[in-house]
Structure formats: C-alpha cells, structure tokens
C-alpha cells in the first residue's frame, strides 16, 4: 500500500512517512543472488535454513551464520563459496584469497580513494592479509589518473581492487573507471546527492550500502552490482562501559541532527516523543553532536533512544552506538534485520511511526547494560578486513561495468564543511573546470554553485559572489529553461541581497512552469546543508521526487511543481517586506496548490493571516499545516497559533497547542545548552495565558519563566 501524507489542519498531530521499505522477491533465493542480504534473511526465517544461515553470514554475522551451516545437511557450490568466504573473514586461507593473491601468501593490493585527511581510510591500513595504498585528490590534482598514481608506485604494487568511500566527482581520477580494476563504491544518502554522483556511481563495479531499500533504489537507478551489507559501519567505534547502578539520567535521549528542514519526517518523528504527556518521563531531544567521549557517557545514562532513518531494512550507525553502549533503540521501521543482532535482539525495539502515543515507549525498558553487537559489528581493523573481502567476494562472482550514454561531462559540486582555505581552493578549481569549456547547462550550473558554496564560506568574497551570479546568468541565457538553473541563479540573488532580480528570475520560473525542463541525473539544486536554503524549500520531498524522475520521467511533473511552488513563496515573502500581505496571500495559495508539503508556504501563510486580520479560522487551519509539516514551527507560529483558537473562543485547542510549545520548547535544546530558537510573540503569549495550563505542565511554564527562557 502507499503511504499517502494526510496532514491534519484542525489539531497538532503530524503525520509521520514511514522508512522506505524493500521491493518484494519470489523467495529468499531471489533476494539473495540479487544481493539484497536482509530480504532474504527475512524470507528465509522458518522456511529457508540454507538461505537463512547464507544471508546471516552475508549480512555479517559470520559466526552465527557457520554454526547454523553446520546443520544442513549438504550445500551446494554457491554455499560452499558462501562458507569460504566466512572462513576466510575469520582468517583461513581461502580459494577466495588465492584468486587475488599475485603469490601464495602474498598481501592482496588495494587502492583506497577517499577525501584528503579522511579518518575512515586509516583504519584500512591495519587490515590483516592486505597491502592498502590511498589516493586522496587535493584541488590541485583534480584530472589526473590512476595511471599515473600507479606509475608513481613502487613496482611491486597491482591493486586488484579500488575502494571509494565517501569521494565524489573531482576527487576520483578521470580513468577509474576505465582502468581496468574493478571499482566497489560505499553508498550513503545517495538521494541527497543523485546529481553529483551519478556519473560515478552508474559506472562502478559493484554498490555497497547498508539497508535493503538503499539496495532496492539503488537497483532501480543503475546497472552494476548491489549488495546490502547492514552489519558494516564506518564511524568511530566507541568502546563499550557498564554504567554504575542508578546512573541513568534519561528515560528519552536523542542527540544529533534532530531537527533540520529536509529531514522534516524525522522531525515529525521526534517531536512525538518531545511533547510525550507524560509527567515522570525524562526525556532530552538535543539538536547537535557532541564529542565522542561525551556522546557515550550520555548514552550510557540513558534507558531508550529513538531513531529515524528514511531508508528502512538496514542498521543505522546510531542504533549500533545506542547497543554498544547498553540502551536501547526504538526503531521506527520492520525492523528485518533484528535477527543479526543475535542476543541484542532484545534491546532492538520496532515502535512504528504509525503508533498512539500511548505506545511510543515499550512497557519496561529493562535490558542488560552492554548489549553484545561485537558479532555483527566487528572492530577495527578486523572491520576493514571484512569489508575488503566482502567487496572481493563480490567481484570473484564476476562483476561488469559499462558507461551510460547519458554520462555527465561536467565536474560536480558539493557544499561540504571545509576549512576556508581549503573550500575556496576547491570551489574555484571546481569552477576553472566547469568554465574551461562550457558545452551544457550543468556546466554553467556546478560553476554558479562552486562559486557560491565559496562566497558564503568566504563570507567577505565579494568577487566568487559575483563569479557565481555570472556563471548562472550566462546559462540562463544560453538555457532559459533549464529549472536549476533559472532556481538556483533566483536564490543566490536572493541571498546576496540582489532581490529585485531575484523577483524576476522567480517570475521566470512561474510563467515557464510547463515549458521547465529538468534531469534528475544531472540538474542540482543548491545544497540543503545551506540552512537558509533549507528553510524555504521542501528538499525531503524534492529529493523522493527526484529520484522517482531518474527512473519514471512522469515523476518530473511534481518535481517542477515544487520548484514553481517554492518561487512564489519566496515572492511571498517578498510581498511581505513591502507590506503587501492580499498580494502575498495569493501567492502563498497558489504555492500551496503546487506543493502541499511546502511548510514553509503555510508557515508565511499564518504570518499573511496575522497581517490582515480577522481571519483567525484560516490563521489556525495554516498553522496546524505548517506544524504538523515541519513541528519546530511550533515555537515560531505558536503566538498566532494560541491567540486565534482564543479569539474562536476554542481554549481547549490552545491548551493542546500551549502545552505541547512549553514541553518542546523545555526538552530540546541545542548541544552546548542552549535553548531553541523560539519567537517573542510565542513567548509573550504563553506568558500572558498560562493561566490555562495546570498541574505540572503548569509547574514546567513557571520555571521557564523564572530560568527567563519563557
């Protein structure tokens, strides 16, 4: 069945998108030989022993899966080939091995590509059995050629394996694909980054990514081989420590990036369990990382964490990093892949996103401290090993790869969190390629945003700011039609200050709505990461929709829809500085129309209401949308919210929403402490009519008052 958003506009009760889930197989085997691991685990569970055992070694858990081995009573030649590989990860010498070996005993070559300085290569170096040599790309030596690293090697060094993990575009050589070793690619979010990566990822050997529904939509969209493997993480592994009897601090702990636009479901999610009526419930939603020591001593003072991911049949790193350290995970998906937990199965709870409050949180949340995951989640570099083999036993089943004739021929982008130094270096070397000859509007398109991914890092760089704003008007004019292009070239403006212009481009875009044309393989939108972007722009759905288009291009319709959606919002806003709130109204109607996901139009929509007067009924249907679509807008629309269902003389619906901004607004905080950003009117208006609370959420606004956070 698919899921439909159905967003309520008469109360707060945001709907929550469920985790992608897999496609379906006809059996277990299926699944398997399509190297979609957790499937076939699940469809094997009491029907299949051979594939079960064969998917729980696939999966990870290796010693698990050799001793139900042990109980079949013959395997065939794939399983005995499953079994080499399961000897040879505990360190046997295999026909595997041998077959990648140049000699018998001699170190397997691999090249490890990944960003320069990047902590996750290190831990390769340890791996036992290998000789790992790394090619890390500076600015300076984007272009150049796995041949030439090669010839600069010592002799003795033929990789019989390329490795990439989290690299991207410029910083892999220009032959990597055409030299002649197969190339395996770690895969994460690769939604987020379609257009930037598919070049890369359309041309590798073999995908790997953690969940079954990364395999399933990365099956979709390329050709090579994809395999899940959910028991691999490539974060820091923090060791495991027993807390002292009666050290628990929070019964509901969730740090990271909790509340962020374009993970708006996760938002949603979390907000369910922030605003939780429930008196004795200590619960802490901290919006930000900490350092490691000090992420895993609050683990270990917590009972249960909630985790959201939009890709459901995997193991999220934070769910193995909320075992380790003994709590446990409430997961809001099937949970299919349970099994390879073996004894921490336990501490792996599925909640749902579907569930009543009431069933948010297990009846008890008792589970021995430590949960054992060292099965499945093995640590470096015996974690490294693994990994290699498991790529290598992939290519051994015999892998290919091909060009598409689609292939991008310009250098891709990404914002990414660089030192200034180092993100102007590579901005500007990015955008001296895109430049050096211009043949498509994706050329202009990355140059535009290298250069502007570089002013707003340089903050003071008034000369990217405008080598940006050239790129992405000379491709406006060369493609007046290109969707991208025509959006971001609009938004940069608008950032800039340039908002006149920005109007105009804007404008473009609404008057070309059904001439815009837009590949999803190609055509990138300026960076989520960008927060002022991201809260004018629904890039959750955008993103779904995109990648829907790279399969199925009717799915383009609803993906120029949003763009044409978010243009009249942002000249709704416009309407707005210049106090024009009926003209702003209906753009933000329209807006609506276009994209009903697009919080940001409804939020601006409460404003518009607010400004006219009078329309308390359309204020509050606007502001339950906009809450119930992204719930942080809670603390800045929340004043509106309260006064208008007062005005309608609806108190008890101002109690629910008071109740629930003072419970959000009292457990969430940022990570140095900090409260969330909350509006004045919101703060004076729970002031002014707290009256109405009671018992201890009244108790909860008063020391809000008296901390002088309220």
């Not at 257009?195 to 890369?200: A, S």
């Not at 605003?275 to 004795?280: A, G, H, I, M, S």
């Not at 917590?302 to 193995?320: D, E, I, K, M």
Request: proline share 6%; with cysteine.
């Amino acid at each position: 069945m698919v899921w439909q958003e159905i967003v309520p506009n008469s109360r707060i009760d945001p709907p929550v998108r469920p985790p992608k889930e897999p496609v379906g197989f006809a059996s277990a085997r299926d699944a398997f030989d399509a190297g979609n691991y957790p499937v076939a685990l699940d469809m094997a569970r009491g029907s299949d022993p051979a594939h079960y055992a064969l998917s729980m070694i696939m999966g990870g858990n290796i010693r698990r899966g050799l001793t139900l081995m042990e109980a079949l009573p013959a395997l065939t030649d794939g399983a005995q080939n499953v079994q080499a590989y399961a000897h040879w990860c505990l360190g046997q010498n295999t026909d595997i091995a041998a077959e990648f070996q140049g000699q018998a005993g001699c170190l397997i070559d691999i090249l490890m590509i990944t960003m320069p300085g990047s902590a996750k290569a290190r831990p390769f170096d340890n791996a036992t059995g290998f000789n790992v040599r790394h090619l890390q790309l500076t600015p300076d030596d984007f272009g150049s050629t796995v041949r030439a690293f090669l010839d600069a090697e010592s002799t003795d060094f033929s990789p019989v394996l390329s490795v990439v993990i989290d690299c991207f575009g410029p910083y892999l050589p220009d032959d990597l694909f055409d030299c002649g070793i197969p190339v395996a690619v770690w895969v994460g979010d690769h939604d987020y980054f379609l257009p930037h990566r598919y070049g890369d990822l359309a041309r590798a050997h073999l995908l790997v990514t953690n969940s079954a529904s990364e395999h399933s939509e990365l099956s979709a969209c390329y050709d090579g081989r994809v395999a899940a493997f959910p028991g691999h993480d490539t974060y820091i592994q923090p060791e495991p420590t027993a807390p002292k009897p009666g050290a628990i601090e929070y019964d509901i702990l969730f740090t990271g990036r909790a509340f962020a636009p374009y993970m708006r479901d996760k938002a949603q999610h979390l907000f369910r369990f922030a605003t939780l009526e429930q008196e004795d419930l200590r619960v802490a939603i901290i919006d930000g990382y900490f350092p490691e020591a000090a992420f895993s001593e609050k683990l270990r003072r917590t009972r249960a964490v909630p985790l959201f991911w939009r890709y459901g049949g995997g193991l999220q790193t934070r769910a193995v990093d909320v075992l380790r350290q003994g709590a446990v995970a409430l997961s809001p998906e099937t949970g299919i892949c349970r099994d390879l937990l073996g004894a921490a199965a336990a501490a792996y709870q599925v909640i749902g996103t579907g569930a009543s409050d009431g069933n948010l949180l297990p009846e008890e949340i008792q589970v021995e401290r430590s949960s054992p995951v060292q099965d499945l989640f093995w640590p470096s570099p015996g974690r490294e090993g693994r990994f290699l083999k498991f790529c290598l036993f992939h290519i051994s089943l015999g892998v290919t790869n091909s060009t598409p004739p689609d292939l991008p021929s310009h250098t891709p982008v990404e914002q990414r969190g660089y030192q200034v130094n180092m993100g102007i270096g590579v901005y500007s070397r990015i955008m001296s390629l895109n430049m050096r000859a211009p043949k498509t509007a994706e050329h202009f398109n990355a140059a535009g945003c290298a250069g502007f991914y570089g002013a707003i890092l340089s903050q003071n760089n008034q000369k990217l700011a405008q080598l940006s704003l050239k790129f992405f008007r000379e491709g406006i004019q060369r493609y007046p039609l290109n969707a991208a292009l025509a959006f971001n070239l609009a938004r940069a403006l608008w950032v800039f200050g340039v908002k006149d212009e920005a109007g105009a481009v804007f404008g473009h875009l609404i008057e070309n709505h059904k001439a815009l044309k837009f590949q999803a393989s190609v055509d990138a939108l300026l960076s989520h990461r960008v927060r002022v972007l991201s809260d004018m722009f629904n890039y959750a759905d955008y993103y779904r929709l995109a990648t829907e288009a790279l399969r199925t291009p009717a799915a383009i319709t609803p993906v120029l829809s949003a763009v044409v959606s978010a243009a009249r919002t942002y000249l709704a806003s416009a309407d707005l500085l210049n106090d024009q709130p009926a003209r702003a109204l209906d753009n933000l109607e329209k807006a609506v129309a276009l994209d009903g996901g697009n919080f940001a139009a409804h939020g601006l929509t409460v404003e518009t209401f607010a400004r006219l007067g009078g329309r308390e009924e359309a204020l509050l249907r606007a502001f339950f949308m906009a809450v119930n679509l992204y719930p942080p807008l809670l603390l800045r629309y929340g004043g509106e919210g309260i006064s208008a269902a007062l005005v309608l003389g609806r108190e008890d619906t101002a109690i629910d929403v008071m109740t629930k901004c003072v419970l959000l607004f009292a457990r969430t905080s940022s990570a140095d402490g900090q409260s969330l950003e909350i509006s004045e009117n919101t703060k004076s208006t729970v002031r002014e009519h707290r009256g109405f609370l009671s018992g201890w959420i009244r108790k909860i606004a008063d020391q809000l008052l008296e901390e002088g956070r309220l």
